[in-house]
Nanobody, 120 residues
Framework: QVQLVESGGGLVQAGGSLRLSCAASGSIFSINAMGWYRQTPGKQRDLVASISSGGSPRYADSVKGRFTISRDNAKNTVYLEMNSLKPEDTAVYYC??????????????WGQGTQVTVSS
């Protein structure tokens, strides 16, 4: 059925950059909003950035000016470009999307997560 697959995580030094990708696949009728969340052990999963179907982005204050979210609707893919990374950005990053599948009701879907580690 519908799946979200993240890629692009890894280990970088503070000040470095990474680009995360999340591709949706399956019997998809439409995709509304897409976003990136992150979670560290013992903490809630927090919204990092989101983007509407029309391309309007929103960012958490902690990443504003450093991260850029974008999407390619033709590829059913959302990206998160992360620059000037800080150790506090270390987390598992999860892709989320509001998707209407064929022959199913609309709901949100989650990727499996990709680890981002920023060393000091």
């Amino acid at each position: 059925q519908v799946q979200l697959v993240e890629s692009g995580g890894g280990l970088v030094q503070a000040g470095g950059s990474l680009r995360l990708s999340c591709a949706a696949s399956g019997s998809i009728f439409s995709i509304n909003a897409m976003g990136w969340y992150r979670q560290t052990p013992g903490k809630q999963r927090d919204l990092v950035a989101s983007i509407s179907s029309g391309g309007s982005p929103r960012y958490a204050d902690s990443v504003k000016g450093r991260f850029t979210i974008s999407r390619d609707n033709a590829k059913n893919t959302v990206y998160l470009e992360m620059n000037s990374l800080k150790p506090e950005d270390t987390a598992v990053y999860y892709c989320n999307a509001i998707i209407t599948p064929f022959s199913a009701y609309v709901r949100d879907y989650w990727g499996q997560g990709t680890q981002v580690t920023v060393s000091s």
